[in-house]
């Protein structure tokens, strides 16, 4: 086997330029399929991160003003949601709809005995933690008694916590005291977050501090065991009719609540995700494809040059098979090589762009996984015997007399 | 060693080209012959098929007490490893291999480790001489050493015969002189049958018997 490849590399040696344009192309084109699977998958990555994090089951309902006369009722009526609405919806598809909450935000500083922060709270239902997706880094989200006892608890984002309580960990914050509308507070938990800086507080809560106002800025309704678009267009529908109902205005009039089905663009933005992909394996594929073309080409111009050679070699006593093996392992060998150096290539420039684009919402984690490279691997094998086969025929049919005849 | 019996060869074509005619032929064990004959007479023809190279239309063709008739492929190219060894005009190296590896070659396709190939290389290289240029590409040695190499690749596979077309026939009237010397050594001191297509008298003269061919027929 040694000696095989020692006799492989010998002949490839002696054609370096030759071999080295062919080993380019092959080179060149696993580069590009690496990484361009390698973005695709960034891309996708980060498609799946946020809809992982904000959910992908859910339906958001403003209030707008409605365009169309209805009732009696002229167009231009502003529409208000208000929290009856809530128990409305809920009662719309009990199988369908699993949640409905709402939140509302609320200005003014929180501070500490020294430090302070003016971002503001956002009060929310406890379902809210699930929909976010937040893990708690110490304590606990927002709760059910929290909501019916209208409790002034306060739940901070970790990028919080060194902004009010500067020498204090997540879990030394729990229990401390803030100030916030005039109210103390206490921060009962500390969820994990690089970026977001809301403050949590109990709806019920909230609301009472805008003055048991019952009308609410937008409402989240969470669905359940919808599966197809269609589902999920006739459920807004459904949320539509009824908040019609409730509101008097007419059912088709689009503009009088707006809606936004995160689940049936979850559907558009997936399957635009799957045609990205299949396009960048296509086009790999086919870069690929072409390198592989150039292989089989160079093999059948080495074959033709080496006729003499080839005549010698079966005259001293090379069986057909020995012929057709060696130049089909010349032709693996040529893939394989460079293919190689492709993958490594490949490999760096997404480790390069994983670096560079670390962190960000665009791509995320355009890393090939190793089982692809293997993949790869024997792809590049199969693909340069392939390459190699036709060229090694035509080998064989080069007759041990040519050896005796002069060029 | 050789027998031949009715040999005859057509290649075929717009004009099909009968070029032997019933040839019959034997060759002993030890025999040092030479074949000559006009140039277009048939003498590759028939060493081609002497050295199962090429294939014969009717006749049979014993080597070795083998008849050589319909073999496979594998078959030919095995015994063409094992039983002759092949000498031509024009030397026939490979050009990117070292003089070494181009006497090991033969060895090569019969599975030899390559240690014991260039070990057995080395031995048959010195005996001819060349053990100093054994590590030289064929373009940057003479005729003469070329086709010492050639020799000592056909030897290396100690085959029962060693076919040489036109030996000499690139070489100057010296270095012509000391090939045939190589050749006479091997059929006196080894008792080797060889067997030479040669135009030249003065090669001729030089073997035991002369096998004269003319248009395809034995004279
Ligand atoms: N492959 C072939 N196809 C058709 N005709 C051929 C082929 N090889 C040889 N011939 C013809 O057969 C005849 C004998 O050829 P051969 O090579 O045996 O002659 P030769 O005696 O060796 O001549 P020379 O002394 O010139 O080498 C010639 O007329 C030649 O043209
Ligand atoms: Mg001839």
């Known amino acids: ?356 684009f670390d962190g960000s919402d665009f791509i995320t984690d355009p890393r090939v996984d190793i089982s692809l490279a293997l993949e790869v691997t024997a792809v590049l094998i199969i693909a340069g015997a392939l390459a190699g086969l036709f060229p090694a025929i035509n080998a064989l049919k080069v007759k041990p007399v040519e050896a005796l005849r002069d060029e | 060693m050789i027998t031949l019996k009715d040999i005859n060869k057509t290649y075929p074509g717009a004009a099909p080209l009968h070029v032997l005619k019933d040839i019959s032929l034997n060759i002993g064990r030890g025999e040092l012959v030479s074949i000559m004959g006009a140039s277009g007479s048939g003498k590759s023809t028939l060493l081609n098929i002497l050295g199962i190279l090429d294939g014969y239309d009717s006749g049979e063709y014993w080597l070795d007490g083998k008849l050589i008739k319909n073999l496979s492929e594998n078959r030919a190219a095995d015994l063409r490893n094992r039983m002759i060894g092949f000498v031509f005009q024009s030397f026939n190296l490979i050009s990117y291999k070292d003089a070494a590896d181009n006497v090991a070659l033969p060895l090569f396709y019969q599975g030899v480790g390559r240690r014991k190939r260039r070990a057995l290389a080395m031995e048959q290289l010195e005996k001819l001489g060349l053990a100093d240029r054994a590590h030289h590409l064929p373009g940057e040695l003479s005729g003469g050493q070329k086709q010492r190499v050639a020799i000592a690749r056909s030897l290396i596979t100690r085959p029962s015969i060693i076919l040489a077309d036109e030996p000499t026939g690139a070489l100057d009237s010296r270095t012509s002189k000391e090939v045939m010397q190589i050749f006479r050594d091997l059929n006196s001191q080894q008792g080797m049958t060889i067997a030479i297509v040669t135009h030249d008298p003065g090669v001729g003269e030089q073997t035991n018997r002369i096998i004269r061919i003319s248009d395809g027929r034995i004279v």
């Open chain 1, 1 to 356: 086997m040694t000696d095989l490849l020692r006799e492989i590399f010998q002949t490839l040696k002696c054609n370096k330029l030759r071999t080295s344009l062919t080993g380019l192309a092959v080179a060149w084109g696993i580069f590009m399929l690496i990484t361009l699977v390698g973005m695709t998958k960034g891309v996708i990555n980060s498609f799946e991160k946020q809809t992982a994090s904000q959910g992908s089951n859910t339906i958001n309902v403003w209030p707008g003003v409605t365009s169309e006369p209805w009732h009696g009722y002229r167009e231009g009526r502003d529409v208000e949601l208000r929290t009856g609405d809530m128990e409305k919806l809920r009662q719309t598809d009990r199988q369908k709809i699993s949640d409905v909450s709402s939140s509302v935000y609320g200005g003014g500083t929180i501070s500490t005995a020294h430090e302070y922060t003016s971002s503001g709270y956002e009060g929310v239902y406890p379902s809210e933690q699930r929909r976010r997706g937040f893990k708690m880094a110490a304590g606990r989200f927002i709760n059910d008694i929290d909501m019916n006892q209208k409790r002034k608890v306060m739940v901070l984002g970790e990028q919080m916590v060194p902004i009010l309580f500067p020498d204090k960990t997540p879990a030394e914050v729990i229990g401390e005291k803030v100030d916030c509308q005039g109210l103390g507070w206490t921060v009962v938990g500390v969820y994990e977050s690089r970026w977001s800086r809301s403050v949590y507080i109990p709806f019920s809560t909230a609301r009472m501090l805008a003055g048991n106002s019952d009308k609410i800025g937008s409402i989240v309704v969470e669905m359940t065991g919808v599966e197809t678009e269609s589902q999920g267009t006739d459920l807004e529908n459904d949320i539509r009719a009824t908040l019609a109902a409730a509101h008097d205005f007419r059912p088709t009039d689009q503009s009088a609540v707006w809606t936004w089905n995160r689940f049936t663009q979850f559907l558009k933005m997936q399957s635009g995700m799957g045609i990205l992909n299949t396009a960048m394996w296509i086009i790999g594929i086919f870069t690929l494809l072409s390198g592989i073309v150039g292989v089989s080409n160079i093999m059948f111009v080495s074959v033709r040059e080496r006729t003499h050679e080839i005549g010698i070699r079966r005259a001293i006593g090379a069986r057909p098979r020995s012929i057709l093996t060696q130049v089909i392992m010349e032709s693996v060998a040529i893939t394989s090589l460079f293919g190689y150096i492709g993958i490594l290539m490949g490999i760096g420039l997404t480790e390069l762009l994983a670096r560079i």
